[in-house]
């Protein structure tokens, strides 16, 4: 199974970005998937998780902002992020978390699969 992380990109504060993940594979519907991102010298953090039958968590500072969804007939996950600002700039990663499932979808060595990255970059 691979994950093929797009849609990044350069956009000003306020401004939406919506980034996609394909999944490889059969049993995309099954896998529970993440988002994480990276900012330049800090840990990895938590952004949203979708379970395999839709239930999302996101982490507070993007709650109202960002919207996770999935379509398992397209194997992807979607994230879409409106009012961005500039602390939302990152490598944005999406991971699958295979069954059986973690207890805790909000720490990354929970997810076996990993995408490459897309850089989100949002100016004042």
């Known amino acids: 199974v691979q994950l093929q992380a797009s849609g990044g990109g350069l956009v000003q504060a306020g401004g939406s970005l919506r980034l996609s993940c394909a999944a490889s594979g059969r049993t995309f519907s099954s896998y529970a998937m993440g988002w994480f991102r990276q900012a330049p010298g800090k840990e990895r953090e938590f952004v949203a998780t979708i379970s395999a039958n839709g239930r999302t968590n996101y982490i507070n500072s993007v709650k109202g902002r960002f919207t996770l969804s999935r379509d398992n007939a397209k194997n992807t996950v979607y994230l879409q992020m409106n009012s961005l600002k500039p602390e939302d700039t990152a490598v944005y990663y999406c991971?699958?978390?295979?069954?059986?499932?973690?207890?805790?979808?909000?720490?990354?060595?929970?997810?076996?699969?990993w995408g490459q990255g897309t850089q989100v970059t949002v100016s004042s």
């Open positions: 991971a699958a978390d295979r069954p059986p499932y973690s207890d805790n979808p909000y720490r990354p060595p929970e997810y076996d699969i």
